[in-house]
């Protein structure tokens, strides 16, 4: 089975930097993701992990350890906008692809 | 180009009523489909998946059915909705790696 960590709730202030947690448990590991969801929308993909390191796409980047079991989204100079729920999702390995899903992290960023 | 699309976007159905939702997706042959939904302040809940037509995985016991009667169509329908089934089902998809990509929701309310 797998099992995914993350906060329920941040807040951050607009132009501040922000670094949301994700720890998983997983029998088998192809990948860790990140999705942005907008109140009322659907999630957006932001970025893929599948080896160790971190990976960066302008504001935003990603870093995962697989020995650790561990991953985190880093959001610099925040913007307004950038509210929104994260969700944390993790790929088994073997057989059919199932994505599991953290019950995501609702940043709120304020002025 | 590769989209998916859902429908209806919102629907307001009775306790007892039947449910049919939608979802086709263009510019690929046999994708994996999926279908989630999210209740209201919590996480993606995987209800199916399919890797092919007539082919379907249901992950948990509930009130509702999947069928994928084409390739590029995947339909969840209920014969007898309940309360409990209020919720934002969300189709997605696989098109490339292992990236899910997801259509726009359908926001269901049951009365």
């Known amino acids: 089975g797998q099992n995914i960590d993350q906060p329920t709730e941040m807040t951050a202030t607009e132009g501040a930097i922000v670094q949301i947690n994700c720890t998983y448990q997983?029998?088998?590991?192809?990948?860790l993701f990140w999705y942005q969801q907008h109140a009322g929308e659907a999630p957006t993909f932001l970025s893929y992990?599948?080896?160790?390191g971190l990976e960066e796409k302008g504001r935003f980047s990603s870093f995962l350890s697989r020995s650790k079991g561990y991953s985190y989204l880093l959001l610099k100079e925040l913007q307004m906008k950038d509210s929104a729920s994260y969700l944390c999702?993790?790929?088994?390995?073997?057989?059919?692809?199932?994505?599991?899903f953290g019950r995501g992290t609702s940043l709120i960023v304020h002025p | 180009s590769q989209t998916i699309h859902q429908w209806p976007a919102t629907l307001v159905q009775p306790v007892g009523s039947p449910l049919s939702l939608e979802c086709t997706v263009e510019g690929t042959s046999n994708p994996n489909l999926y279908w989630y939904r999210q209740a209201a302040g919590r996480g993606l809940q995987l209800l199916f998946y399919?890797?092919?037509?007539?082919?379907i995985s249901s992950e948990v016991p509930q009130n509702l059915s999947a069928s994928r009667p084409q390739d590029r169509q995947f339909i969840l329908s209920s014969k007898k909705l309940l309360l409990s089934d209020s919720g934002f089902y969300l189709c997605?998809?696989?098109?490339?790696?292992?990236?899910?990509?997801f259509g726009p929701g359908t926001r269901l309310t049951v009365t």
């Open positions: 997605a998809w696989i098109p490339g790696s292992y990236e899910q990509y």
């Open positions: 992990n599948v080896l160790d």
């Open positions: 999702a993790v790929g088994a390995s073997g057989g059919s692809y199932i994505p599991t």
């Open positions: 997983t029998s088998g590991f192809n990948g």
């Open positions: 399919s890797v092919g037509i007539g082919q």
